[in-house]
């Protein structure tokens, strides 16, 4: 929903495309992404960021058609352009950390190792998480215990 409003100010007042540091790739869904990626080459062309700007694209469906663009309006909130741009962006670390996380080799190696289904629980230590000792696959419940 951040991310309509986002959008939906944009569009509702153009000014807000060149003060965001916020970038299309930073954008969680994909019609997002594209819809801001539009956005940037209209203002660089020179043109409105507007409805009928939008209607005279040949793949208009591919950004949700007029209707879904209508949606996106309707949650503008440029009062609270800067809490919403701030969410975005926390939203953007976190997702980015969670697959820098996961991309660690111990990390690849006990998912590895839940996949195995070991009977009970299997053990891994590593000194290389400074804020874990110990973490424990357990077979039963197929989740993960992190303990301090």
Same mark, same amino acid.
């Given at each position: 929903?951040?991310e309509k409003a986002?959008?939906?100010?944009?569009?509702?007042?153009?000014?807000?495309?060149?003060?965001?540091?916020?970038?299309? $790739?930073?954008?969680?869904?994909?019609?997002?992404? $594209?819809?801001?990626?539009?956005?940037?080459?209209?203002?660089?062309?020179?043109?409105?960021?507007?409805?009928?700007?939008? &209607?005279?694209?040949?793949?208009? $469906?591919?950004?949700g058609g007029m &209707?879904?663009? &209508?949606?996106?309006? &309707?949650?503008?909130?440029?009062?609270?352009?800067?809490?919403?741009?701030?969410?975005?962006?926390?939203?953007?670390?976190?997702?980015?950390?969670?697959?820098?996380?996961?991309?660690?080799?111990?990390?690849?190696?006990?998912?590895?190792?839940?996949?195995?289904?070991?009977?009970?629980?299997? $053990?891994?230590?590593?000194?290389?998480?400074?804020?874990?000792?110990?973490?424990?696959?357990?077979?039963?419940?197929?989740?993960?215990?992190?303990?301090?």
């Open positions: 929903m951040a986002f959008l939906g100010s944009l569009m509702k007042a153009e000014y807000l495309l060149t003060d965001t540091v916020i970038q299309p $790739e930073q954008l969680e869904s994909a019609r997002h992404k $594209e819809i801001m990626r539009k956005m940037v080459e209209f203002k660089r062309a020179g043109k409105n960021l507007d409805l009928i700007t939008f &209607s005279t694209l040949s793949d208009l $469906e591919s950004v &209707s879904y663009l &209508s949606e996106l309006l &309707s949650y503008a909130d440029i009062e609270k352009f800067d809490g919403t741009e701030k969410l975005i962006l926390k939203s953007w670390k976190v997702s980015g950390m969670r697959k820098d996380f996961e991309s660690f080799p111990a990390i690849k190696a006990m998912k590895k190792a839940n996949d195995c289904h070991y009977p009970q629980f299997v $053990e891994f230590s590593s000194t290389r998480f400074g804020w874990c000792q110990s973490l424990f696959f357990m077979r039963k419940t197929d989740r993960m215990v992190f303990i301090k």
